[in-house]
């Protein structure tokens, strides 16, 4: 049985970091891409990140670029968001999902998500 | 950067069809998934490749995809189907994925 679970989450100051985890298990982490997706409070899904199996392909949404980083550790089976400069309207719930194949392929499974509140 | 677009909500009286869409400029060439998200939940994904159902979701739920517009069908409603849609594409222009706005169905 494929689950991801994610953690990391909590209260940050503004420009604080915070390191999201994503521990997988139940198929082979190594051949798939995952993603990190994220949904604000009472607002729609928000497409963050996403890296390849192998991590040497990595794309981030504009609104993140150059702010945060996707990583994996394919040895713990663990996918990683590393959140710097955080802003009031990165608050969100933070998901973590595989993808049923490569980069740009559909999601097939999620995780229950982690919360991140970036507030003084 | 690509756009999706879906109505904010969608009625529908138990056991009729409900037909959520996804506008976006010749969608019909993307793969479009959708997926169903029911409160205090994570997404599932009811739709894939824009007609494609994955195990476990029921026959009810179709999917269609032509020049700007997609199409979730959900026939025979049940108030368990109650939930947000979202549709997503890959946009290959950008390396980025999409996700549309969301959708409410709510069943009267």
């Known amino acids: 049985e494929v689950q991801l679970l994610e953690s990391g989450g909590g209260l940050v100051q503004p420009g604080g970091s915070l390191r999201l985890s994503c521990a997988a298990s139940g198929f082979s982490f190594r051949s798939y891409a995952m993603n990190w997706v994220r949904q604000a409070p009472g607002k729609g899904l928000e497409w963050v990140s996403v890296i390849s199996g192998h991590g040497d392909n990595t794309y981030y949404a504009d609104s993140v670029k150059g702010r945060f980083t996707i990583s994996r550790d394919n040895s713990k089976n663990t996918l990683f968001l590393q959140m710097n400069g955080l802003r009031a309207e990165d608050t969100a719930v933070y998901y973590c999902?595989?993808?049923?194949?490569?980069?740009?392929?559909?999601?097939?499974?999620w995780g229950q998500g982690t919360l991140v509140t970036v507030s003084s | 950067s690509y756009v999706l677009t879906q109505p904010p909500s969608v009625s529908v009286a138990p056991g009729k069809t409900a037909r959520i869409t996804c506008g976006g400029n010749?969608?019909?060439?993307?793969?479009v998934h959708w997926y169903q998200q029911k409160p205090g939940q994570a997404p599932v994904l009811v739709i894939s490749?824009?007609?494609d159902r994955p195990s476990g979701i029921p026959e009810r739920f179709s999917g269609s995809n032509s020049g700007n517009t997609a199409t979730l069908t959900i026939s025979r409603v049940e108030a368990g189907d109650e939930a947000d849609y979202y549709c997503q594409v890959w946009d290959s222009s950008s390396d980025h994925w999409v996700f549309g706005g969301g959708t409410k169905l709510t069943v009267l």
């Open positions: 010749n969608i019909g060439s993307k793969s």
């Open positions: 999902a595989k993808s049923y194949n490569v980069v740009a392929e559909y999601f097939d499974y």
């Open positions: 490749y824009g007609f």
